[in-house]
C-alpha cells in the first residue's frame, strides 16, 4: 500500500468543495430533459453548438467557476467505462472533443472532454480551434497545485455521476499541462487508501511534461501508465524543455525501475502538439490508447 504524503488543510478543503460540485448536461435534440431525463439542460459553449455526437456536461465548483466538457459515448446501452481528457496550455478546443468520439467508439469508454482551465497561451495555440469557456478556473501554474487537483476532483465526481457509466472504471488522459495534472492525481487520489471509492484504473500521458520533482514521485504511482511522446518534443508548438522525450524517457525509467505496470509508444520525429493535427499519429494513439485501457479492465 502507498501511503500519500500528507496535506495541509488547504487540500482537503478544496477536495471537499470539489466534491460538492453541481452536474447539468445538455444533449442536442435531447435538450429539454438531459441525458438521463433527470438533469436540467445546459447550452453548449459558445461557438461549439454545432458539433455533433456529444453531450455537453456543466460542473459548478463550490470554490467557484463553471467547468464545461463534451461526452462521447460508445454504442451499446452500458454501462460502460469513463475517460476523462485533460487538455493542455493551449486551452480547451475542438481536437480534443474529436479525441473523445474518437476514444468512445475505439475504447468502448463514455470519453469527456474537459475545459478544465480558462484561457490558454503558449506556442501551440495556433494549432487547436478554441472553444472558449470563461466561466472555468483560471490556469493553475503548473498541473500540480492543489487548485489544479480540485478541478480534477471535481470532474472525476462528475463523470462518475453521469448515467451509463461504471464508476469503478476510471481513466484519465491528460496532453502536456493535462498530463501533469493527471499524474498529480494519480499520486494523490490513485493509492488504495484515497482512491477506492474513485475507481481510477489507469493514466495515458500525451505529450507530457517530467520536471524532476515528478520524476521524483513516479515510484509511488499505483495506476498503469501508458506514455506517448514525441521523439521531437520540445520547446516548439507550445512544449518545453521539460517535455523533451529525454525527460520522458527518465519518467518511464523510474517506473520500470520501481516494476510499474507501464507502457510507452515514441513517435520519430514528432513534435509536442502532433496528437491533435498528424492523421496518422492520430489514428495511432487511439488505437494503442483503446488497447491499453482494455488490458487494464478499462472495457
Known amino acids: 500500500m502507498i501511503h500519500p504524503r500528507r496535506r495541509p488543510n488547504r487540500f482537503a478543503m478544496l477536495a471537499i468543495g470539489a466534491a460538492c460540485a453541481a452536474i447539468a448536461v445538455a444533449c442536442g435534440a435531447r435538450a429539454s430533459t438531459g441525458a438521463s431525463g433527470a438533469f436540467p439542460a445546459a447550452a453548449a459553449p459558445v461557438g461549439a453548438d454545432s458539433i455533433t455526437g456529444v453531450e455537453w456536461v456543466r460542473v459548478a465548483m463550490s470554490s467557484g467557476g463553471m467547468l464545461s466538457a463534451a461526452v462521447a459515448r460508445p454504442a451499446g ?21 474529436a479525441l473523445a468520439r474518437d476514444l468512445a467508439r475505439e475504447a468502448g469508454v463514455v470519453a469527456i472532454a474537459a475545459c478544465w482551465f480558462a484561457g490558454r497561451r503558449g506556442a501551440g495555440v495556433e494549432l487547436v480551434t478554441p472553444i472558449e469557456c470563461p466561466e472555468a478556473p483560471p490556469m493553475p501554474s503548473t498541473g500540480m497545485t492543489p487548485e489544479a487537483l480540485a478541478v480534477v476532483d471535481a470532474l472525476i465526481d462528475a463523470a462518475r455521476a453521469l448515467p451509463g457509466v461504471r464508476a469503478d472504471r476510471v481513466a484519465l488522459l491528460g496532453h502536456s499541462r493535462g498530463s501533469v495534472a493527471a499524474v498529480h492525481y494519480a499520486l494523490e487520489r490513485g493509492s488504495d487508501s484515497q482512491g477506492a471509492g474513485r475507481g481510477l484504473r489507469a493514466v495515458v500521458l500525451n505529450s507530457g511534461a ?3 520533482e515528478l520524476v521524483a514521485r513516479a515510484a509511488a504511482l499505483s495506476v498503469p501508465v501508458l506514455l506517448l511522446h514525441g521523439t521531437a ?4 508548438e507550445g512544449g518545453s524543455e521539460m517535455t523533451t522525450v529525454a525527460r520522458a524517457r527518465a519518467f518511464e525509467a523510474t517506473l ?17 502538439s502532433a496528437l491533435l ?23
Do not use: C, M, W
Not at 256 to 272: N, Q, S, T
Not at 277 to 295: M, T
Open 77 to 97: 446501452a452500458g454501462p460502460h467505462p469513463v475517460l476523462v481528457i485533460l487538455h493542455g496550455t493551449h486551452g480547451f478546443a475542438r481536437e480534443y472533443v
Open 210 to 212: 517530467y520536471p524532476p
Open 233 to 236: 518534443d520540445g520547446p516548439q
Open 256 to 272: 520500470v525501475a520501481a516494476r510499474k505496470v507501464v507502457e510507452v509508444e515514441y513517435f520519430e520525429d514528432a513534435r509536442h
Open 277 to 299: 493535427y498528424n492523421a496518422d499519429q492520430r489514428a495511432r494513439s487511439v488505437r494503442r490508447a483503446a488497447d491499453f485501457l482494455r488490458r487494464q479492465g478499462i472495457e
